[in-house]
């Protein structure tokens, strides 16, 4: 009845940023994301018949705020399972949490693994995305190992691999501008953008086009396409946020600053493209032999604190206790 899981969090190439069913945290449009090796998440999870309740902790401390989703999601397994059982909950990133790294795909990808694994709950593959994706919209992405497609279908989403990581071997730098956690989460955001940004009708329509540009670009390794479509759903997605009411501003002048080295190195030919999630840290998205330029350059950019280099990895997967 116990089981430990690893999960790296991603990075969107096209956004999902607003929901078509909010009560059932359902996105109102696909995605496509790069599960990053470099970052990770490990949760483990004992269900324990003595518990009068499920316990979370995040990173050595009772975390009241996840608790609710996580309950949510230990309650569909433990149904699937036939389990009445409460759980411990013990969840540790090695990288600062909430603070647009994607710490809750990367935990709730962990914590659907390790549980799903605890209970013996073998399959049930596309029910575990969907339980995942109720705790965070982004998680199921995390399951799933390299470039990851997750698409609406009926009643819910499907998301599966397109490409796996040795089939073509992107790297990620990530440049670390704040390690504050930020002001308005994601799921705030997007549903003010929802309801006040009038971009957001146009967000609708153009996105299935750049989701499937997108896919082709993989399926092609056409990365000066998939650059150029990736950097236009981040910065469509960003005029999105900025334009709500209130304005959400997730970028500072580092990340600008940040911005502006990627596009000096692109007019300089350089394999690389930025994205931002909703928060103020930017990825530089690279082939491997740009690596070494990337970093310097980015290493010398005033305000970036930290780089961390990722490359595309596996999905979530339990691990020996
Ligand atoms: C993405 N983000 O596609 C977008 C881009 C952030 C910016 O998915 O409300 O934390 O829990 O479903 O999963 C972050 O959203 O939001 C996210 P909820 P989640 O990566």
Known sequence: ????????????????WGKRDTGQNLPATGSLSLTLEGLQTRTRVSFDPALQ????????????????????????LR?????RDFARVDSENDFP????LASSASGYAALVRAASAALGIVGHEAELANIARQGSGSAPRSLYDGIVLLENIDDGIACRSVCAPEDWPL????????RAPKSVGSTAGMERSRLTSPCYRGWLETHPADLQTALECVARRDFDRLAKVSEHSCLKMHALAMSSQPALVYWNAAT???MQVVRDLQASGVPVFFTIDAGPQLKAVCLPEAVPGVKAALAACPGVLELIECTLGRGAREIAQ
Not at 79 to 83: E, K, L, V
Not at 171 to 178: E, F, G
């Open 79 to 83: 149904a699937i399972a036939g389990s």
């Open 53 to 76: 309740a499920d316990q979370v902790s995040v990173n050595g401390a009772a975390d009241a705020k996840a608790a609710g989703g996580v309950v949510r999601c230990l309650d569909q």
């Open 171 to 178: 790297s990620v730098l990530v440049a670390v501008t704040s």
């Open 97 to 100: 949490t909430g603070a647009g």
């Open 1 to 16: 009845m116990q089981a430990s899981a690893i999960a790296h969090p991603n990075v969107a190439l096209i956004k999902y």
């Open 256 to 258: 600008m600053a940040a």
